[in-house]
């Protein structure tokens, strides 16, 4: 029987997701007109790749896995060269490169991931009540 | 259970303390059982606490394994409860008994 811990212990992986995407999202949005980074260049949009962890197998054979970051990575696309000669980061020939980032897909990534997290949220209560069931029970 | 609440009880007939545990047996005593419920619904609750003390000394950000950790500790809780309800029922039908 898969404990209501491990359930837990899963949804709360899942959240913990949420929220990874939710800062990816956040610092993309925000430095959408970036031209400027350390490492030199204009900001490479980020893009969190995820992994599963399995989970010890349960009394009944089945087995969990958790959600985990597998590494935060940059989206390879080349960054936007537009024409705008008045910026000082601009080249001889008057453009400057900005990321290829579309705030409009942001934005959509921000409404799934809003809504993943609510998702992940509900199977905490749903288990929560169903443990709660459970010791109703005989009552 | 009833051999259980039996043991406990034969036990606190006996006058001795310590003589609640082992009388049944092997079978743990209720007032071993319930001591070590307690401990262990004790011990959640401290992590529970624990981690909402860490949250809002900003010691940590996981606002969502906080509320998880408080709300296993409530179910343990529950569940202890439960239990403990079940076996006091189970001593009154007992005690209510004609014989």
Not at chain 1, 36 to 62: H, I, K, M, N, S
Not at chain 2, 43 to 48: A, K, V
Request: charged share 20%; glycine share 10%; proline share 4%.
């Amino acid at each position: 029987m898969a404990g209501i811990s491990e359930v837990f212990s899963i949804a709360s992986s899942g959240l913990g997701a949420g929220r990874t995407r939710l800062q990816s999202i956040a610092t993309n949005m925000a430095n959408a007109r970036t031209t400027r980074t350390e490492a030199g260049g204009p900001y490479q949009r980020q893009v969190p790749v995820f992994e599963t962890e399995d989970l010890a197998e349960g009394d009944d054979g089945t087995r969990g896995a958790r959600v985990v970051v597998s590494e935060v990575m940059e989206d390879p696309r080349p960054p936007l060269r537009v024409h705008d000669p008045g910026h000082p980061d601009a080249d001889a020939d008057g453009y400057v490169l900005y990321p290829d980032i579309n705030v409009l897909q942001e934005m959509v990534d921000l409404m799934t991931t809003s809504r993943s997290y609510e998702a992940n949220a509900n199977v905490v209560e749903a288990t929560r009540d169903m443990a709660l069931q459970a010791l109703q029970i005989g009552r | 259970m009833i051999d259980r609440i039996g043991s406990a009880l034969s036990g606190a007939a006996g006058g001795t303390v310590s003589g609640v545990s082992g009388v049944g047996g092997d079978a743990p005593s209720f007032a071993e059982s319930l001591e070590k419920a307690v401990e262990s619904v004790n011990r959640e609750q401290n992590e529970g606490d624990g981690m909402l003390v860490g949250l809002a000394a900003g010691e940590h950000t996981d606002l969502h394994g906080t509320m998880i950790a408080l709300e296993e500790a409530n179910i343990a809780l529950r569940a202890m409860a439960s239990a403990r309800d079940k076996v006091v029922e189970a001593y009154q039908t007992i005690w209510n008994m004609q014989v």
